[in-house]
């Protein structure tokens, strides 16, 4: 195998020839550049530019339009988070004075025939149930419950800004 050319040994283990995959790559790379709006036009008949309007000439798919979307990002939280001691919750009856809003509980548990999760709506009066699978997490299962909150709240479409979720945590 030493002797034989590139070529040939690409053919045999249907490889396509390397310089046809750099110009794929290439085209690729301008396509993605131009549909983002990232290509600049300073000289467009040198350097690197002219690549592009050599594919546009070459090839009409580059002249279309895409249905291609910058991503934006939002780090501002709609939310606060409050966390709140056991006896907080305990020591009056209703929702501790610093809640306001709505209150959902959520948890999980993990028992010997699968696992749970639950969800309640203590503002609502809304009860869910889910059986999940018994080689679930408790963690997995916890993290489902506060999901499933988390749609449930959503679903309901209230005006309310304020949510409390206390779930119950093991170690």
């Not at 895409?66 to 501002?76: H, I």
């Not at 299962?141 to 449930?152: G, N, R, S």
Request: proline residues 6%.
């Amino acid at each position: 195998m030493r002797t034989t050319p590139a070529n040939a040994v690409e053919a045999l283990i249907c490889l396509l020839p390397q310089d046809l995959v750099v110009q794929s790559e290439g085209r690729s790379a301008v396509h993605q550049l131009l549909s983002l709006g990232c290509w600049s036009y300073l000289h467009p008949s040198r350097g690197h530019s002219s690549i592009l309007m050599r594919f546009q000439q070459s090839d009409p798919i580059f002249n279309m339009g895409v249905d291609v979307m910058r991503p934006a990002y939002n780090f501002e939280p709609q939310y606060t988070v409050t966390m709140l001691t056991r006896e907080d919750w305990t020591k009056a009856t209703g929702a501790p004075p610093a809640v306001k809003g709505l209150v959902w509980f959520a948890d999980g548990s993990k028992m010997r025939e699968g696992t749970g999760a639950g969800v309640y709506g203590q503002s609502v009066g809304r009860r869910l149930s889910f059986f999940l699978s018994r080689y679930a997490t408790v963690f997995q299962v916890d993290i489902y419950a506060i999901l499933a909150c988390a749609y449930e709240i959503q679903s309901q479409n209230t005006p309310e800004k304020y949510v409390s979720a206390p779930t119950v945590w093991r170690s």
